[in-house]
């Protein structure tokens, strides 16, 4: 057995979730190699390296990979597969985005989003937005696999001594070019890696309210999220979307705000450690999975609460 | 230039979905079926590029059991021209219907397909891509803006973290997210007009795609249940609680 795990990152820095999905890999097998591939990522390079038990990092440093490009990256890796029996990326935007295509063109039907290891050739994935949980077993010869990261623990990012190689790259395809991101600029950890989440619902009224919310998100280090329901109010972006159709998330401590707790919602932030809610409604579903609840007008609570935990 | 649209159906969104006590899979039998959400945007989007006059047809294709020309004829009754079912009672899978897909472009030729980014059945989020890397077109994903221009098109795209602009020339695969367009209400009038549209019928072995599935089924099983808390009467309690029981703040 041996298993590519492909690392996730933005050119500088190695993102959380390869870590998690390390951890996957470690529970199927132990010969391990770490792919990074972007541009001027030789740093990125070195800090893979720093995880332990790892055989190689190889890097593929290269214009055509700076933006992940599927159909740039898809090739690369394509070109390494017949080394490994496993493949693995983080299930984020980017590895949903070029791993079904390394899948097709090996042949291989693809495990998404895998919650658990059973075995080499058997996980576990959500579906039904986690409304079920399905055992599948791979009858392919190699297995295609996104890790949905909040499932795994991240591994150790130190104290690792990997070799680090070079790779040579497969060249622009010339199929979709990059234009430009628009990124949230934001102070607070990201909603998929932080301790506490503060998320706001339609209970909210307005966007300008979630500045109650981002006070007490300053205060706990935590980062601020939203219902569906919110965003499609036009209250925040859609990045702060937790849920079916958004972010999963599953913290140490999630607080839903004015949130009733829609199965969409439940689905992405259910496997949080503590649930608070606030609602002004009793019946509201949220308090069905919250371990602390508290019925009362959220624009009492709040800025009760900010003034209690300073 | 034509627009492919697949569609599946999959269990109505707002159906609570129950586990078989087998643990054979989820309850289907008397569930309300619908067209998967993220396909209806699809539909809204191709029709929205024929209404602007940059599409001449808009076709939409089902894989599935026979009840899927209701999904087609949802999609008809929204505007779509007609409809191709291709017919088969097994559960088929992302690669499968990618490698169906293909067969049917190849004797189409749409200039742009659009599906939605992912069924809220299996929640797999593969057929675009796959489809669009057995085609060797360009891809774009998860898309919440599309702009067609000189047989190229711009798309934004929602992702970790924000949004990203990239543009491909056509033909080429779009997959489609919930906050790109909002899609319409099929009118009595249109669903009777529906009836009479063109919906062929063929299966995979016409097309000469294999089926078979990779991955076998195990157990399905209901998630872990989260046991309902306390309520809580104040402030004051809840930071308490937070502090010195659950030790989280």
Redesign the interface.
């Known amino acids: 057995m041996s298993i590519l795990v492909i690392a996730e990152h933005d050119n500088s820095n190695l993102s959380a979730a390869t870590l998690n999905a390390v951890t996957a890999a470690k529970q199927i097998g132990s010969n391990i190699d770490v792919l990074v591939l972007g541009k001027n990522c030789q740093e990125v390079g070195k800090q893979a390296g720093q995880i332990p038990n790892i055989n190689s990092i190889l890097v593929a440093d290269s214009e055509e990979y700076k933006n992940f490009i599927a159909e740039n990256v898809s090739s690369l890796i394509v070109s390494l597969a017949q080394n490994y029996t496993h493949l693995i990326a983080p299930s984020s935007t980017t590895g949903k985005n070029f791993m079904p295509r390394v899948a097709a063109l090996l042949n291989v039907m693809q495990i998404s989003d895998i919650i658990k290891v059973i075995d080499d050739a058997t996980f576990q994935r959500p579906i039904y937005a986690g409304n079920a949980l399905c055992t599948v077993k791979s009858s392919d010869t190699k297995k295609i696999i996104t890790v949905r990261s909040t499932a795994f623990e991240a591994c150790d990012d130190e104290g690792g001594n990997a070799e680090i190689k070079s790779i040579d790259c497969t060249g622009e395809t010339n199929k979709s070019h990059y234009i430009k991101s628009e990124l949230s600029s934001s102070e607070r950890p990201e909603l998929t890696s932080a301790k506490i989440v503060i998320s706001g619902g339609r209970g909210m009224q307005d966007g300008s309210n979630f500045e109650m919310l981002e006070k007490v998100a300053d205060k706990l280090g935590a980062a601020v999220g939203a219902s569906r329901a919110a965003v499609d109010a036009g209250f925040v972006p859609n990045d702060y979307q937790v849920g079916q159709t958004g972010k999963v998330v599953a913290p140490e401590l999630y607080i839903a705000v004015g949130i009733s707790g829609a199965i969409q919602h439940l689905a992405g932030m259910k496997d949080s450690k503590v649930i608070v809610a606030i609602n002004k409604d009793e019946d509201a579903p949220i308090f069905q999975v919250a371990d602390y609840g508290i019925v009362t007008d959220l624009f009492d609570a709040i800025p009760e609460l900010d003034a209690k935990i300073g | 230039m034509k627009i492919l649209v697949p569609v599946k159906r999959v269990?109505d969104?707002n159906v609570?979905?129950r586990?078989k006590p087998d643990n054979s899979g989820?309850e289907l039998a008397n569930v309300k079926m619908a067209m998967n959400p993220f396909d209806e945007i699809a539909v809204e989007q191709a029709l929205r590029i024929k209404e602007a006059s940059q599409a001449d047809e808009v076709i939409a294709i089902s894989v599935g059991v026979q009840e899927s020309q209701d999904t087609i004829r949802t999609a008809l009754a929204m505007g779509a021209d007609r409809g191709i079912l291709v017919k088969t009672e097994q559960d088929i899978?992302?690669?499968s219907v990618?490698k169906i897909l293909k067969s049917i472009i190849e004797k189409e030729n749409p200039g742009l397909v659009i599906l939605g980014k992912q069924a809220?059945?299996?929640?797999?989020?593969?057929?675009?891509?796959?489809?669009?890397?057995?085609l060797?077109?360009?891809?774009?994903?998860?898309v919440?803006n599309l702009e067609l221009k000189d047989k190229k098109i711009?798309s934004v795209?929602?992702?970790?973290?924000?949004?990203?602009?990239?543009?491909?020339s056509l033909p080429a695969i779009v997959t489609v997210?919930?906050?790109l367009n909002e899609p319409r209400y099929a009118s009595l009038p249109n669903i009777m007009k529906a009836k009479r549209k063109p919906l062929e019928e063929l299966t995979p072995d016409d097309l000469g795609v294999e089926t078979k599935?990779?991955?076998?089924?195990?157990?399905?099983?209901?998630?872990p249940s989260?046991e309902?808390?306390?309520?809580?009467?104040?402030?004051?309690e809840?930071?308490d609680?937070?502090k010195n029981e659950?030790k989280?703040?």
């Open positions: 269990i969104y609570k979905v586990v989820v899978e992302p690669l990618a809220i059945d299996d929640d797999c989020n593969q057929t675009g891509q796959m489809l669009s890397a057995l060797d077109w360009p891809q774009s994903t998860f919440s711009l795209r929602e992702v970790d973290g924000g949004l990203e602009h990239i543009q491909c997210d919930l906050r599935k990779r991955l076998e089924v195990v157990k399905v099983e209901d998630p989260r309902a808390g306390v309520i809580l009467g104040s402030v004051d809840l930071v609680k937070l659950a989280v703040i």
